[in-house]
């Protein structure tokens, strides 16, 4: 039955998709990814595969490039008043969705608002109110002045409120329709994603026009798949393979430090922790907290597990962005020191954690999750291992209330201030604080990432960030770990350059 099922779910999906001939004289490209998208809904999941394929199929008022900088997209240009708080946005003239319905003010309202409703709700929690002046401008009211609006905005992807209206958010989540250069052809989950050029796109005409994104979990596999011919490009390059693929004829490698950092995420605030069978939980006291994160060896993780494909790092953003650190040091690995301060708290004799991560989502993640299981027990602290395949890991650890301990990850586009709105901010206090795996909880922490997302000035802005990184990471609410280095495998003939992002788009690349 479940097979049946299964097969008409990709049967509804090909039907329902908005699709196009093949062009036989086109360009084509396949791509080989480190797992599937979570939805075709941009504003129901914040992750990097499935940002990557919202991007081919949706615009924004502003467009990130590869770089990391912001340019105009549906918006042509905008001003804010002398309040500070009222901004107006001129839109885009003749812009069109890939089903053909025009683009109007009254998408950017009702995206917006909708955001507010789901999973990305941080990146829309400082605006206080749409106004549809006209068909093509729009003023949004922040409740302060705000000087991450652009940014945000750059994240938040127009939906067509037509069809969403129309068509409810369950196909929604299925089926795209945007203003970006693709359009869906055919998702079957698990095997392929197959896109076409969208002919009525406003800007740059994309000129591969037969794309496929292969999801192959399998490290082996997927390597196999390049070098066989198979696929023309993969993402996250084994780090076992890299040297293999690179001296291959025909075939070349390309890497960039990455911005995608690796941590544990800690509960050290609620009394009682669902993962710890204990009446109380030991990662309230700081001395535990500081403990772990002593515990771990994160030269010996980067240079072993990952092939040395990672920086270790104390911090939460890479050099450059708002909330790094300077001087400050990657926590030094001291297991002695660890045993001692876990004496200190009470825990001689230590205690066990179940510790949730990814099997398949990130670089080498299974395999970095057991060499900290095995450097915790070290100290004491037995690690209950609990693996999650990517489909099921985000949704697992969202909540927190299965969770005391997690590795998971995050890429930064903004500032630190940003990534602890999202993850750390104290849950039940508005809108922030949606993906708050552990339910940290910090007054102080709080209150600066208020002030920093209420002001205009950017400078302002750098100092309450950085202070509010210092307050979480001297309180051990996370322990960084790494950041990796991106990864990639082509064809020669495949012109590509890495993003920022991390983002491989097709739109960006060709085929000589």
């Known amino acids: 039955m479940k097979k049946v099922f299964t097969l008409l779910c990709c049967f509804a999906l090909f039907l329902s998709a908005v699709a196009a001939p093949a062009m036989a004289d086109g360009k084509k490209l396949v791509v080989g990814l480190a797992s599937d998208a979570l939805t075709m809904d941009p504003q129901m999941q914040e992750e990097t595969i499935t940002n990557t394929m919202a991007r081919h199929f949706h615009d924004s008022l502003l467009n990130y490039e590869a770089d990391g900088s912001l340019t105009p997209a549906l918006a042509e240009s905008w001003e804010v008043a002398g309040d500070s ?22 998408d950017v309202k009702f ?23 006209d068909d093509l401008t729009v003023n949004i009211i922040t409740n302060a002045p705000d000087s991450i609006l652009l940014d945000n905005l750059g994240r938040n992807k127009i939906l067509s409120k037509a069809y969403v209206t129309r068509v409810g958010d369950q196909q929604a989540e299925l089926v795209p329709v945007g203003t970006g250069p693709y359009k869906l052809v055919e998702w079957v989950r698990e095997d392929h994603i197959t896109i076409t050029p969208n002919e009525h796109y406003w800007g740059k005409k994309p000129v591969i026009t037969d794309v496929t994104f292969r999801p ?21 390059v084994p780090v076992r393979d890299f040297d293999r693929i690179t001296n291959t004829e025909g075939i070349e490698t390309s890497s960039r430090p990455g911005e995608f950092l690796i941590f544990l995420h800690i509960d050290g605030n609620r009394e009682v922790t669902p993962a710890i069978d204990l009446p109380k939980n030991p990662m309230t006291d700081l001395r535990v907290r500081q403990a772990i994160s002593m515990a771990i060896d994160r030269e010996l993780i980067t240079r072993v597990s990952l092939n040395g494909s990672a920086a270790p790092t104390g911090q939460m953003v890479i050099e450059g962005k708002r909330g790094y650190l300077p001087g400050r040091p990657t926590p030094e690995y001291n297991p002695d020191k660890a045993k001692a301060l876990l004496k200190d708290a009470g825990y001689e004799n230590g205690f066990k954690v179940k510790l949730d991560a990814p099997n398949g989502r990130y670089m080498n993640d299974a395999q970095v999750a ?60 508005g809108s922030k604080g949606g993906s708050n795996r552990c339910h940290y909880s910090n007054a102080e922490y709080d209150r600066l990432l208020d002030e920093a997302d209420a002001t205009a000035d950017v400078a302002l802005r750098a100092k309450l960030v950085a202070d509010a990184a210092k307050v979480i990471l001297d309180d051990v609410g996370l322990a960084p770990l790494y950041f990796e280095r991106d990864l990639y495998g082509k064809k020669k003939n495949v012109i590509f350059t890495p993003r920022a992002d991390k983002y491989i788009l097709a739109a960006e690349m060709d085929i000589e």
Do not use: C
């Open 216 to 236: 192959i979990t399998n490290a082996a596999t997927r390597t196999a798949a390049l070098l066989t011919g198979e696929v023309d490009i993969i993402a996250d």
């Open 370 to 429: 057991q060499a900290i299981a095995s450097q915790l027990s070290k100290v004491g602290i037995e690690i209950d291992l609990n693996l999650h395949p990517k489909s099921v890991f985000f949704d697992y650890v969202r909540p927190g209330d299965k969770s005391s301990l997690v590795m998971t990850g995050w890429s930064e586009e903004v500032d630190a201030g940003m990534m602890g709105n999202v993850l750390f901010y104290t849950r039940g206090k």
């Open 85 to 106: 708080v009222t901004w107006t946005f001129h839109l885009r003239k003749g812009v069109k969705f890939s089903d053909g319905s025009p683009f109007t003010a009254e």
């Open 111 to 133: 995206s917006i608002l909708r955001t507010r409703e789901k999973i990305n709700k941080n990146i829309v929690s400082t605006i206080k109110d749409v106004v549809v002046v």
